[in-house]
């Protein structure tokens, strides 16, 4: 049984809040609010982009980006997305249906109860090798909001140039914080797989901007 320690006060002030602004932000990605602003100004037209996990941002990147290429696997979701992109006449996304094994989903998907996985067992699968389409040092931005999260952002470090960005969604999932969102890792506990652990080491002189609106945390990561 899910634990409802998380259902305080605090917890339910702020989870009306962020209904109240997905109700005035339709459009807006499912990041937190202090991300979609800071991503609103860093991002330029010229910018090229990989997201992993679909769904309000990709055509929020696509209109504020020269290429995007967009990677989902759930077949049902990439259907409802495909769809959205053909009614705005969307024609800058590599949009791209890439399916691990039903295994490996199901044992992500029950990660902890909250939907995270521990990804104890990182595996390189067609979904996460779909950053090997890109050379080093050739993308602008890259959000990681889908399976595997610590494998993804981990290999696209590299593709990123000086400057680009790295966002991650749910990051107190896996990275140990003060945060007070539900299902956050406090400080002193474990990342959550050696892929985290490996990361923290390269983002360590990255400039950060973690972000959280007490449901939710996401982190912004600016490449030196």
């Known amino acids: 049984m899910q634990s409802v320690r998380h259902l305080t006060p605090r917890y339910l002030r702020d989870r009306a809040e962020l209904k109240l602004y997905e109700w005035r932000h339709p459009h807006a990605p499912w990041l937190t609010q202090q991300a979609v602003w800071t991503l609103d100004r860093l991002l330029k037209p010229s910018d090229v982009g990989?997201?992993?996990?679909?769904?309000?941002?990709?055509?929020?990147?696509?209109?504020?980006?020269?290429?995007?290429?967009?990677?989902?696997?759930?077949?049902?979701?990439?259907?409802?997305?495909?769809?959205?992109?053909?009614?705005a006449h969307v024609n800058t996304v590599d949009y791209r249906l890439a399916q691990p094994p039903a295994e490996m989903i199901e044992q992500w998907s029950n990660g902890n109860g909250h939907g995270q996985s521990n990804e104890e067992a990182d595996r390189p699968n067609a979904y996460v090798d779909v950053v090997d389409d890109f050379e080093a040092g050739s993308l602008n931005f890259a959000l990681v909001d889908g399976l595997y999260r610590g494998e993804c952002a981990?290999?696209?470090?590299?593709?990123?140039?000086?400057?680009?960005?790295?966002?991650?969604?749910?990051?107190?999932?896996?990275?140990?914080?003060?945060?007070?969102?539900?299902?956050?890792?406090?400080?002193?506990?474990?990342?959550?797989?050696?892929?985290?652990?490996?990361?923290?080491?390269?983002?360590?002189?990255?400039?950060?901007?973690?972000?959280s609106n007490g449901v939710t945390d996401t982190a912004v990561w600016l490449k030196p």
């Not at 309000?56 to 259907?79: D, G, I, N, P, Q």
């Not at 749910?170 to 990275?175: D, P, Y």
């Open 50 to 87: 990989l997201e992993w996990g679909s769904g309000r941002s990709t055509l929020w990147f696509a209109r504020r980006s020269a290429r995007l290429m967009s990677v989902e696997h759930s077949k049902a979701w990439y259907e409802q997305v495909k769809q959205q992109l053909g009614r």
């Open 154 to 211: 981990l290999r696209v470090t590299e593709k990123l140039q000086p400057g680009g960005i790295l966002v991650v969604d749910n990051v107190n999932w896996f990275i140990p914080s003060r945060s007070v969102a539900p299902g956050s890792r406090p400080i002193g506990a474990h990342p959550a797989s050696e892929s985290w652990v490996e990361l923290i080491g390269v983002l360590r002189d990255w400039r950060a901007i973690w972000t």
